[in-house]
């Protein structure tokens, strides 16, 4: 099993601009979340879906969308960039619907925006 | 926003110490516990779930306080590998159900 995925690995963006970050599982899971990590600060979660076609907001959701079209794949949405979403992106997901099962992260996102 | 409040770090010892990070939590309604490990510009990766009843996995114990709400890691005999940034992390329950809260972690540097 490859794990989650996430796609791209890096990405500057210009203030305005939009952008997908990709996340995929293979494990089956149907709980997946985003969350961002800032210095200083905790993981904070963005979205999170408990299954194909259900999403809903987490802590910090404002400026981002999400879908959930297979069990898969869930994408991040950034609409407008701006320089407060300069952040690390991490994905994760877990067996069952709920996040009382261990999390499986991928390898983050690292987004600049300039 | 519920809070999980962990020791600042960082710490720093030598190869062969015991350590102990400490955590507490806010909501009293928290009903799952855990430590994750994350290195360097890496992703966080489950270390261990904390019980009730305490829990351990070689040199790594946790314990589990809910009338206090303070949760604890220890490592005993620390190797090089250990350092990382330990993250305590709390499953809460709320109104959309649950979500996992994440301490800003500590950090851990074994020196030879």
């Known amino acids: 099993n490859a794990g989650v995925t996430q796609t791209p690995k890096f990405q500057v963006l210009k203030t305005g601009q939009s952008m997908t970050l990709q996340c995929a599982q293979d494990m089956n899971h149907e709980y997946m979340s985003w969350y961002r990590q800032d210095p200083g600060m905790g993981l904070r979660l963005i979205h999170y879906s408990v299954g194909a076609g259900i999403t809903d907001q987490g802590e910090v959701p404002n400026g981002y969308n999400v879908s959930r079209s297979t069990t898969e794949d869930f994408p991040l949405r950034l609409l407008s960039a701006a320089p407060s979403q300069t952040s690390v992106y991490f994905c994760?997901?877990?067996?069952?619907?709920?996040?009382?099962?261990?999390?499986?992260f991928g390898p983050g996102t690292r987004l600049t925006v300039l | 926003r519920k809070e999980v409040e962990q020791d600042p770090g960082p710490f720093n010892v030598p190869e062969g110490a015991t350590v102990a990070f400490n955590c507490t939590y806010s909501n009293s309604a928290s009903q799952s516990f855990f430590w994750y490990r994350q290195d360097c510009r890496k992703e966080p990766k489950l270390l261990m779930s904390?019980?009730?009843s305490g829990n351990e996995d070689g040199r790594f114990t946790a314990q589990l306080n809910r009338a206090s709400q303070y949760i604890s890691l220890l490592i005993r005999d620390s190797k090089l590998s250990d350092s990382a940034t330990y993250l305590c992390?709390?499953?809460?329950?709320?109104?959309?159900?649950?979500?996992?809260?994440f301490g800003k972690g500590t950090t851990l540097s074994v020196s030879s």
């Open positions: 994760a997901s877990s067996y069952g619907v709920n996040s009382y099962n261990e999390q499986f």
């Open positions: 992390v709390v499953n809460e329950v709320n109104q959309a159900g649950t979500a996992l809260i």
């Open positions: 904390v019980y009730s």
